[in-house]
């Protein structure tokens, strides 16, 4: 029985942010075109993608840590800010970014809210089970030729 834990986290969040993708729930926001993700960055992503290759990768941080609150994903997703002359130092990221990650993924039906924090939903493990499995076998069959 494939899990998440047993293939490649970023052969994992490709692949599951292309399913997301197609999900009704899930969209970019417009504010989302022109939005940096972190201090320590100087433009926009430019990935095309970014908004739901960050939903499927908050998606499994909660699978793996959860339950987990915004705070935590901040960090998480936090980085080192250059200063100029002065030392570089740890920034948070964006906070709003990952409020409407979560708020979409619990409309999709993937994350649930409890007391604690975020955690994933049985559907949501299900779902990331299930595309973990896919992904393993699509490497035992790229192996085998």
Excluded at 25 to 49: F, T
Excluded at 56 to 72: C, D, E, K, N, T
Aim: with cysteine; proline share 5%.
């Amino acid at each position: 029985m494939t899990t998440v834990y047993d293939v490649p986290p970023d052969k994992l969040v490709r692949v599951v942010g292309e399913k997301l993708k197609k999900n009704k729930a899930i969209s970019l926001p417009k504010w989302g075109i022109n939005v940096k993700g972190m201090a320590n960055k100087e433009l926009p992503p430019q990935d095309k993608d970014w908004w739901w290759v960050r939903c499927a990768s908050v998606l499994r941080q909660i699978y793996i840590h959860g339950p987990v609150g915004v705070a935590r994903l901040r960090t998480r997703y936090g980085g080192r800010v250059g200063r100029g002359v002065k030392r570089e130092r740890f920034r948070e990221a964006s906070g709003k970014i990952i409020r409407e990650v979560l708020s979409q993924l619990e409309r999709a039906g993937y994350v649930t809210k409890t007391k604690k924090g975020r955690k994933i939903s049985p559907e949501g493990q299900k779902f990331l089970d299930t595309t973990a499995r896919e992904l393993e076998i699509m490497d035992e069959s790229t192996k085998e030729e």
